[in-house]
């Protein structure tokens, strides 16, 4: 194997192999380093996406879409349900061919993906990341680079050791679990959520189809809350209580960050992309799209430090800029909302019900919702306003 690459990416998710893509396109030699036996597995994901998110970073193969998506329902705790009409076009993935076949079109671009290539640790000189180290099938190899994406998920470490501040607080950490429930009785062209306290504290319940009669059945709860409740009880008891004649298979867990992106996503040599930026969508829990939206601004960048010479933060500088353009305000202020759903009890949610079914489905929007909120909790009006100035 080439010991010495122009981009080393680690980890082989959507923020790792779009960014590998766009830059082989450009002629750079890149190495995906992906630590699994198998890209795309395990699957811990709800696989629901928009449509268009996907197409704005790669032609969508109808193989990936196991389910198209019409509306989204929303069930308060007293079980009232309350339909949105759903504008994007939706989707639920099979992820592991999604994820497979992102990184085929890398390698068709051009680059080299490696799997079981553990990195573990960063090459640093003065400062400046210069490569990795990495155990591929047990043998230990040093690979130099000119720059280094870290596209190593939620449980990144190799930000940290570039002396990029990584932690993310338990409130803004969502333990999640998830089964495959089969033989139930659901709308199977929307995504549904339940929003009740008992089962998700500081989350919620997601069902998401995976045909007419099964589904992804998951939910989240934020890490200040896991000392009162398991996911893993909390969602069996979902399921008893919901769909009682269900089997399950598959079950997984992980980390969703909904916390606000890092402050500090570069070093000289270095970009962080995906959810090791906390780049998911901190209100939905979202991240397969922001993961490709950074892969492909980090490319773009590492493209023309490349053809630049200058791989300083300062230049690098330039991807953190343009994520805080695209998508900065937007992310904050979703963060914001994400605060103010969290103080909502289920009584409020349960008169929050009431009042979306009182207007007509086509009439209801995110807006109209949080006007709602305002009007039965008028403390939050500033919490409100300002979160959406970013939206
Ligand atoms: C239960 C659950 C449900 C979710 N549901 C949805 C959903 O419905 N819709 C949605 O948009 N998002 C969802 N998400 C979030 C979504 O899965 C992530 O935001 C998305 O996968 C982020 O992509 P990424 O490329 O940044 O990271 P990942 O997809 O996590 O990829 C990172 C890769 O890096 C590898 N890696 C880590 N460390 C190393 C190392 N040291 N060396 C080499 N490789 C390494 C990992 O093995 C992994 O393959 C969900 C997440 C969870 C946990």
């Known amino acids: 194997m080439k010991h010495n690459w122009d981009m080393i990416v680690v980890g082989g998710g959507p923020a790792g192999t779009v960014a590998a893509r766009y830059a082989a396109q450009k002629g750079v030699s890149v190495l995906v380093l992906e630590k699994d ?75 080299v993906v490696k799997t079981r290539a553990n990195v573990t640790g960063l ?19 040093v690979l130099r680079s000119r ?37 139930i009785k659901f709308n199977p062209d929307a995504l549904s959520f339940y929003m009740k306290r008992e089962y998700a504290p500081g989350g919620y319940v997601w069902v998401f189809p995976k045909s007419e009669t099964s589904a992804n059945v998951g939910l989240g709860i934020s890490g200040n809350n896991t000392h009162l409740i398991s996911p893993y009880r909390s969602l ?41 930026a906390r780049m998911v969508n901190p209100l939905s829990g979202g991240g397969i799209h922001a993961a490709m939206s950074s892969g492909k601004l980090a490319a773009d960048t590492a493209v023309e430090a490349l053809e630049k010479n200058d791989i300083s933060r300062e230049f690098l500088q330039r991807y953190a800029n343009a994520w805080h353009e695209k998508s900065g305000k937007n992310h904050e202020g979703l963060f914001r909302l994400k605060e103010i759903v969290n103080k ?37 009006i500033l919490d409100v306003a300002r979160a959406f100035s970013g939206i």
């Not at 090459?123 to 190899?141: A, C, F, M, P, S």
């Not at 289920?346 to 006007?371: H, Q, V, W, Y």
């Open 37 to 111: 036996r198998e890209i795309g597995l395990p699957v811990r994901c709800g696989e629901g996406v928009s449509i268009r998110g996907l197409e704005m970073y790669t032609p969508v193969n109808p193989k990936w879409i196991c389910r198209e998506i019409s509306s989204v329902d929303f069930y308060a705790p007293d079980g009232r349900l309350v339909e949105l009409d759903f504008s994007l076009k939706g989707a639920i993935l099979d992820r592991r061919l999604f994820d497979r076949d992102l990184a085929d079109l890398a390698v068709q671009a051009g680059a």
């Open 344 to 380: 909502l009890t289920d009584e409020d949610l349960n008169s929050l019900g009431e009042k979306m079914a009182a207007i007509p489905k086509e009439k209801r929007s995110l807006t109209r919702i949080f006007k709602a909120v305002v009007w039965n909790k008028p403390r939050l």
């Open 123 to 141: 090459l640093l000189d003065n400062g400046i990341v210069t490569g990795v180290k990495v155990q591929i099938r047990h043998e230990e190899y």
């Open 147 to 183: 720059i280094v994406i870290a596209a190593d998920g939620v449980e990144s470490r190799i930000a940290r050791q570039a002396g990029i501040k990584t932690a993310v607080t338990p409130e803004n950490m969502d333990c999640c679990v998830q089964v495959t429930a089969h033989g």
């Open 236 to 276: 069996m008891k979902f399921l008893g209580d919901t769909f009682p004649d269900a089997s399950w298979s598959g079950l997984v867990a992980g980390g969703v960050p909904t916390d606000k992106t890092l402050k500090q996503i570069t070093a000289p040599g270095l970009m962080v992309a995906g959810d090791a």
